[in-house]
Nanobody, 119 residues
Framework: VQLQASGGGLVQAGESLRLSCVASGSIRSINGMGWYRQAPGNQRELVGVSINGGSFYYHSSVKGRFTISRDNAKVALYLQMNMLKPEDTAVYSC??????????????WGQGTLVTVSS
C-alpha cells in the first residue's frame, strides 16, 4: 500500500490548509485512516482518525478546528485545518490500516507533508 500526502505549506496563524492523502495498491478493505504529526523535538502524536462505521477521534488540541473526511471511492483522506496556530507546525503523515490481496490487516504510513504556521 502506498500513501501519497499533499497540501502542506507555509501559512500565517489563523489561516487554513487542507491536506490530502490518497492510498493505492492491492487494497481489499480499509479499517481506518488517520493523520499523525510530529513537530521538531517532539514525539509523533495522533491528530485525528476515521474508523469504519463513521467514528471520528480528534486530539484535544485540534478539536473544533480540524476536520477529517474520507472519500471511500478514491481511498482518500482529507484534513481540513482551520484557525491554524504556530504550535500546529509539524510534519503531517497519513496512516491507514488496510487488508490487501496478500496481507491481513496492517498499518501503512505515508511520507509526510510539512505544515509551517508563522505567528
Amino acid at each position: 500500500v502506498q500513501l501519497q500526502a499533499s497540501g502542506g505549506g507555509l501559512v500565517q496563524a489563523g489561516e487554513s490548509l487542507r491536506l490530502s492523502c490518497v492510498a493505492s495498491g492491492s487494497i481489499r478493505s480499509i479499517n481506518g485512516m488517520g493523520w499523525y504529526r510530529q513537530a521538531p523535538g517532539n514525539q509523533r502524536e495522533l491528530v485525528g482518525v476515521s474508523i469504519n462505521g463513521g467514528s471520528f477521534y480528534y486530539h484535544s488540541s485540534v478539536k473544533g478546528r480540524f476536520t477529517i473526511s474520507r472519500d471511500n471511492a478514491k481511498v482518500a483522506l482529507y484534513l481540513q485545518m482551520n484557525m491554524l496556530k504556530p504550535e500546529d507546525t509539524a510534519v503531517y503523515s497519513c496512516w491507514v490500516e488496510a487488508v490487501t490481496e496478500s496481507e491481513p490487516a496492517a498499518g501503512y504510513w505515508g511520507q509526510g507533508t510539512l505544515v509551517t504556521v508563522s505567528s
